[in-house]
């Protein structure tokens, strides 16, 4: 069974940095491709960015230039690096582990991590 831990987040400022990490067991995690995806109050989940086993990447237009995906084959471990962030980038992110290497259906979640920006 898949456990995937996400943890990094935290309050920032706007214009602040934070990198979250997600720790995937279970899995073998070099052949699954992996996301984050985040959650705003009264929002639906949104797509951030997802990475494949093969390290393509995809970024939703929002974060292009801010945010930035990687992973850590080694350490079982998917990073996202937030730069710049804005207060509309403040919800719950979640990662998420898919079924195939390089095309997305998720069949495990996190717990979520809140990342709240203010002032």
């Known amino acids: 069974q898949v456990r995937l831990v996400e943890t990094g987040g935290g309050f920032v400022q706007p214009g602040g940095s934070l990198r979250l990490s997600c720790a995937a067991s279970g899995t073998i995690f070099s052949l699954h491709a992996m996301g984050w995806y985040r959650q705003a109050p009264g929002k639906q989940r949104e797509f951030v960015a997802t990475i494949t086993s093969g390290g393509r990447i995809n970024y939703a237009d929002s974060v292009k230039g801010r945010f930035t995906i990687s992973r850590d084959n080694v350490k079982n471990t998917v990073y996202l690096e937030m730069n710049s962030l804005k207060p509309e980038d403040m919800a719950v992110y979640y990662c998420?582990?898919?079924?195939?290497?390089?095309?997305?259906?998720?069949?495990?979640w996190g717990q979520g991590t809140q990342v709240t920006v203010s002032s």
């Open positions: 998420g582990h898919s079924v195939f290497p390089d095309r997305f259906a998720f069949d495990s």
